[in-house]
């Protein structure tokens, strides 16, 4: 995001992201990341642990350079939370993603709360103050966006999943302190669950 940001200010699209392998940062050792940015725009992210020879590539995608219109479109908040009736707090939520293995350290526990309906969720986002001192560095700091994706995980579906493929991630602007994320599945089979998120502030615009 930052590469992208750099050419091409606030308005971009990342395209065809595959998560090849998870990046795991051990408390005891010291990992080295590496970005790689092509001449047609590819991205890949590497990392190599100190003991090892050979880099790891984790993942892969495209910038698309091409210019965007600015987003226009707002979403009723007020209709999706008439819609999105079961209600659950923060540590409710975070107990239930810690009961199905998804574990989040301090700064990625930012919703606040959710909105829950069929096939359907609204998450308020909140930056810690840890976070909220580091946002004006990044038109959408990394916790935040990790945080946006956890909305798709309070859906309840059979099993666990976890993203490997995003087709488009569209940036706009830069994102606020507090947000809604509002997700929506729109294809679930036993092998896989797919998905839209929609990021809004609190006026509705996305």
Same mark, same amino acid.
């Given at each position: &995001? !930052? !590469? !992208? =940001?750099?050419? *091409?200010?606030?308005?971009?699209? /990342?395209? #065809?992201?595959r998560i090849k392998t998870p990046l795991l940062l051990p408390d005891d050792s010291d990992v080295t990341v590496q970005l790689c940015l092509d001449e047609n725009n590819t991205f890949s992210?590497?990392?190599?642990? *100190?003991?090892?020879?050979?880099?790891?590539?984790?993942?892969?995608?495209?910038?698309?350079?091409?210019? &965007?219109?600015? !987003?226009? #479109?707002?979403?009723?908040?007020?209709?999706?939370?008439?819609?999105?009736?079961?209600?659950?707090?923060?540590? /409710?939520?975070?107990? =239930?993603?810690? $009961?199905?293995?998804?574990?989040?350290?301090?700064?990625?526990? %930012? &919703?606040? %709360?959710?909105?829950i309906g069929d096939n359907e969720v609204l998450a308020e986002i909140k930056a810690n103050e840890n976070v909220e001192k580091d946002l004006a560095k990044y038109i959408f700091h990394p916790?935040?966006? #990790?945080?946006?994706?956890?909305? /798709?995980?309070?859906?309840?579906?059979?099993?666990?999943?976890?993203?490997?493929?995003?087709?488009?991630?569209?940036?706009?602007?830069?994102?606020? $302190?507090? &947000?809604?994320? *509002?997700?929506?599945?729109?294809? *679930?089979?036993?092998?896989?669950?797919?998905?839209?998120? %929609?990021?809004?502030?609190?006026?509705?615009?996305?």
């Amino acid at each position: &995001i !930052a !590469a !992208a =940001r750099s050419n *091409y200010e606030d308005a971009f699209t /990342l395209e #065809d992201i595959r998560i090849k392998t998870p990046l795991l940062l051990p408390d005891d050792s010291d990992v080295t990341v590496q970005l790689c940015l092509d001449e047609n725009n590819t991205f890949s992210i590497y990392s190599k642990h *100190y003991k090892q020879t050979e880099w790891v590539e984790h993942i892969r995608g495209t910038i698309d350079s091409s210019e &965007i219109n600015k !987003a226009s #479109d707002s979403l009723n908040i007020g209709e999706i939370k008439k819609r999105c009736t079961k209600i659950e707090e923060k540590d /409710l939520c975070y107990r =239930r993603f810690n $009961s199905l293995g998804l574990e989040y350290g301090p700064d990625f526990q %930012l &919703i606040e %709360l959710l909105h829950i309906g069929d096939n359907e969720v609204l998450a308020e986002i909140k930056a810690n103050e840890n976070v909220e001192k580091d946002l004006a560095k990044y038109i959408f700091h990394p916790a935040m966006l #990790d945080v946006t994706f956890q909305a /798709l995980a309070a859906i309840p579906v059979d099993g666990t999943y976890i993203p490997v493929h995003m087709d488009s991630i569209k940036f706009f602007k830069q994102a606020e $302190s507090a &947000i809604f994320s *509002y997700g929506t599945i729109s294809d *679930y089979k036993a092998s896989k669950v797919k998905g839209d998120i %929609l990021i809004l502030n609190n006026q509705g615009d996305i």
